[in-house]
């Protein structure tokens, strides 16, 4: 495409209809020929955080581009300027949580996130000191009190044993098996962002979360959308398939991973969001937090 000097009336001119808001602020629209242009204004967005993912964004699609990489989409057009860009890019159609939790779907959104993460990290990126997750004894305290709270709202369904397990045993058990695989990640790996071509081909979009990470998050991010919408998956089965396209022989190292994730989040967080809450909602949350702590106790 020519040079767009000025992107409002550029859009103004061409556009078939606004879409409406992007996330945090984008102007999304509808042009002619199959198009979507994204328009970014600096000055409408609610911070410069926001800003940098939308710049990172289109910093990505400099680097990779649907020409050479069929899972990415075909970008028309990219200006990224001081405190605006536009990006123009083909329209897909998008795919439901019922579809993506079909084994073929599953199977080819699993097979083009390995291909991503062996993706050489682009230099705008860089990767932090990757170290194990560690509680100090205050937060720790607070964590093991807030559960203890939640589980006496249901007297005698309950081992308070167990929970004492899980705070004497978090911190060791991250230090022991704490080992990421670090690689390009795209951040946001969900059902909403995952579409498709003519051909039937995933294409990932949205960019403005990509980063360098544990591959765990991006898998583990995928399955608890869909169980968060009711497609639940098998974790087990879901690291084998992402094992089987990114040829790593074992899966036990990535399970530990997301089990130590899942044991974080929930100690750390979730006894915040349960007072009040049925037994049942508890149970499932609680017993899943022990049995990843026993299965990562024994490796």
């Known amino acids: 495409m020519e040079p767009i000097r000025h992107f409002e009336e550029y859009l103004t001119a061409h556009s078939a209809a606004a879409i409406g808001l992007g996330q945090s602020g984008a102007k999304v629209y509808r042009l002619g020929d199959n198009r979507i242009a994204k328009h970014v204004q600096r000055r409408l967005l609610q911070n410069d955080e926001t800003w940098e993912r939308y710049r990172r ?19 028309h057009y990219n200006d990224l300027r001081q405190d605006e860009l536009l990006l123009i890019m083909q329209e897909y159609q998008p795919v439901s949580q019922a579809r993506l939790s079909q084994p073929d779907m599953l199977d080819g959104a699993l097979e083009t996130l390995a291909q991503i993460h062996a993706l050489p990290v682009p230099e705008f990126l860089t990767a932090g000191e990757a170290a194990p997750f560690h509680l100090d004894d205050a937060a720790l305290e607070q964590s093991l009190q807030g559960w203890r709270s939640v589980l006496r709202e249901h007297p005698g369904r309950f081992s308070e044993d167990d929970l004492q397990t899980v705070a004497e045993s978090i911190n060791p058990v991250n230090a022991r098996l704490f080992a990421p695989r670090l690689a390009l990640t795209h951040g946001d790996f969900h059902c909403e962002n995952l579409l498709t071509d003519d051909a039937g081909r995933i294409i990932v979009c949205d960019w403005q979360n990509c980063g360098v990470g544990d591959v765990t998050g991006d898998i583990s991010f995928l ?21 089987r396209h990114a040829s790593i022989p074992d899966p036990a190292p990535l399970d530990s991973q997301m089990r130590l994730a899942n044991l974080n989040t929930t100690f750390l967080f979730w006894h915040m969001y349960l007072h009040g809450s049925p037994e049942d909602r508890v149970r499932q949350l609680f017993d899943h937090m022990v049995e990843d702590l026993r299965v990562l106790l024994g490796r």
């Open 57 to 75: 964004e289109a910093l990505f699609y400099s680097c990779y581009s649907g020409a050479t990489h069929p899972f990415l989409p075909q970008i």
């Open 223 to 243: 399955l608890s959308r869909l169980s968060a919408d009711g497609y639940p998956l098998d974790t087990a089965q879901a690291l084998e398939i992402y094992c």
